[in-house]
């Protein structure tokens, strides 16, 4: 396999057989997560906050005060956003880490045990593949949090949307790298190094973990960066149905509830946080093709499967 | 082949009973229960009331004997009241259901008609410029978010030209008033599912391509449409026709929010606003109908691709 050596080979090597758009998405990304992590610290110094209401200047356009113009409320549209990035990038890198630890505990044991154990964990795995995922995530984000038995002080925090929404997309979003990483768990045991660790007494642990494992990074990382755009965009399907973040927190998804609301009134509120779920999303769409050509350049005919 | 089909129907089944088992639970740890919405609709209820209700409808009742009594229910055809349209379920959802398919399903033809040629032609040049054009055209269908997309559609083709209406379904008679509603949604549910499948079809036939007895078909002589159509892309169907069966829930969360968004009255639509309105009877059939539709999408694709692929003796112990 020389899939391991390119992930050992040094990140120099990588950044030169990434394509250039590849490289021109993850600077963007970076620049638009500084941006959201000193979004705070903008705020301050512009004195602009985002959830200042400013009933004269409703609806304005673009100006040197508001580069993005104000929504309904008069509210800084350009600073909202930047807060919404928050709310998008948090999700959707918190929730897809989430989801590959959990695919990856699941599919090693499901790869490298194999058996009945294996049997039951993949008819899980397509039956959880299977279902329509929206509605079930509006299900699960509707649960009363007190009937699970949650202490109130965890129901009336402040981030308590926040938490609830990477718990329940990280829920469904396991099975990708589950189904990866057991197929590539299921060849590797076969391998000599395999064997040999087994032979020489080591723990099925010890060889899942330091053994398998390591030799998975490339493709759970690929399919991890493949996945934070999937994950942003359900986030914004359930804040824009009233599910995810609410209001008056924003989030690219609730921006885009008024901004239907208002569509008649004012169809220039639609463009910012439409514009930037798709960018942000396609962004980490073409990272992780990039990162997948470049990682193992054999793989890209393989995506089908 | 016939022990493959009831194989997978009794699979299909199960997981469906596991569903409705899961779902029948979470509906359970939704927001209130029925009585507490008839208290809040009668003032005069008292606590000793509310007991007295709950023990009468068995919510007092541990979970499982709860489910059993609902299944068995179901199982002879009664699914319940629905609570907001106060209509035994099954009369609320047939029609939705109709709606939904044939929202879905014009997408989805759509999707494959547009999405199969564009897929070949981008594999007939790989790394070309119309490859590239293709693929990022694919990327950005993939990206966009399906209630911004019809949200565009809304402005351009509503807010600006007129010619279209935002949202709702058929008012007069007529095929045409009806087309006329259904224009923006399957344009935008289209438009955001084609990405995927030019990409499906664009990867497996240049896999397909690779192979030898691509060359041997073309050193015989074969006509290079011939080659592409008759070898090439009936091979390359397999794998497309088993991740497209897979894709089906994907196009159901696509059609629920662009039913909810163009107020378009279809399962999607049903399913969220039985959630937001506690209508548990409506929600937890509607959602299980849903995963019935992806369950039965799957079934279909898996036997489709057994039929396509003649070395496959699905269920049958012949040596390869």
Excluded: C
Excluded at chain 1, 67 to 76: A, N, P, Q, S, Y
Excluded at chain 2, 166 to 177: I, K, N, P, R, S
Excluded at chain 2, 205 to 210: A, N, V
Excluded at chain 2, 269 to 275: A, E, G, V
């Amino acid at each position: 396999m020389r899939i391991e050596t390119a992930a050992l080979g040094g990140y120099a090597a990588l950044g030169r057989r990434l394509s250039p758009l590849a490289v021109a998405s993850a600077g963007s990304l970076i620049v638009l997560v500084a941006l959201a992590i000193l979004a705070p610290l903008l705020s301050a110094a512009t004195n602009i906050d985002p959830g200042d209401v400013d009933l004269y200047h409703r609806f304005a356009g673009p100006s040197l005060g508001h580069l993005f113009g104000t929504d309904e409320l008069g509210r800084d549209e350009l600073m909202r956003i930047l807060y919404g990035a928050r709310v998008s990038l948090s999700v959707g890198l918190t929730a897809a880490l989430v989801s590959a630890v959990i695919g990856t505990a699941i599919g090693l044991q499901a790869g490298y045990l194999g058996g009945r154990l294996d049997a039951f964990l993949m008819r899980v795995t397509d039956g959880v593949i299977a279902l329509p995922h929206l509605p079930l995530l509006i299900v699960l984000v509707a649960v009363d949090l007190n009937k699970v038995g949650l202490p109130d002080s965890v129901i009336r925090s402040e981030s308590v949307d926040l938490y609830r929404i990477i718990i329940v997309i990280a829920l469904v979003g396991w099975t990708t790298v589950a189904r990866l990483v057991r197929g590539a768990a299921l060849a590797l045991r076969e391998r000599g190094f395999v064997r040999a660790a087994e032979a020489s007494g080591a723990s099925q642990w010890r060889i899942m973990t330091r053994h398998i494992l390591p030799n998975l990074a490339s493709p759970i990382i690929v399919a991890t960066t493949l996945s934070v755009g999937n994950i942003i965009l359900f986030e914004a399907a359930l804040s824009f149905l009233g599910l995810g973040i609410a209001p008056p927190t924003p989030s690219w998804g609730n921006m885009l509830t008024d901004a239907q609301e208002l569509v008649w009134t004012d169809p220039a509120l639609t463009l910012y946080p439409g514009l930037f779920i798709f960018a942000t999303v396609i962004a980490f769409n073409f990272l992780g093709d990039g990162l997948q050509d470049a990682l193992d350049p054999r793989a890209k005919a393989r995506i089908v499967k | 082949m016939s022990r493959f089909i009831s194989q997978r129907v009794v699979e299909t089944i199960v997981v469906l009973l596991a569903m409705s088992f899961l779902v029948y639970g979470l509906i359970g740890l939704m927001p209130g229960d029925p009585v507490d919405i008839m208290i809040s609709g009668n003032p005069h209820m008292t606590s000793a009331d509310a007991t007295r209700l709950r023990a009468l409808y068995g919510l007092d009742r541990p979970i499982v004997e709860r489910y059993w009594t609902w299944l068995t229910a179901a199982l002879h055809g009664n699914l319940g009241y629905s609570r907001i349209y106060q209509q035994p379920v099954l009369a609320v959802l047939w029609p939705r259901l109709g709606n939904s398919a044939v929202l879905m399903g014009t997408s989805f033809v759509l999707g494959i008609v547009i999405a199969v040629p564009l897929g070949v032609w981008a594999a007939l040049r790989p790394q070309s410029k119309i490859d590239y054009l293709i693929n990022l055209g694919a990327f950005a269908g993939i990206s966009v978010p399906v209630f911004w997309l019809g949200l565009l559609l809304i402005i351009l083709f509503s807010v600006k030209m007129g010619w279209l209406p935002a949202g709702g379904t058929a008012t007069a008679a007529g095929f045409g008033d009806a087309v006329k509603h259904l224009a923006l949604p399957v344009a935008a549910l289209t438009l955001s599912s084609v990405g995927n499948y030019v990409r499906y079809v664009r990867a497996a036939m240049i896999e397909t391509l690779r192979q030898d007895f691509i060359r041997t078909a073309m050193a015989k002589g074969a006509s290079p449409a011939r080659v592409i159509w008759q070898h090439a892309f009936r091979n390359s169907l397999i794998p497309v026709v088993t991740i497209i069966g897979l894709s089906f829930g994907a196009l159901f969360s696509g059609a629920l929010l662009t039913e909810t968004m163009f107020a378009y009255p279809g399962m999607g639509k049903l399913i969220y606003d039985s959630i937001m309105g506690n209508d548990f009877n409506l929600a937890l059939v509607g959602l299980l109908f849903a995963t019935l539709m992806t369950l039965l999408g799957n079934l279909f694709a898996d036997l489709a691709y057994s039929g396509l692929d003649p070395r496959i003796a699905l269920g049958a112990t012949r040596s390869r």
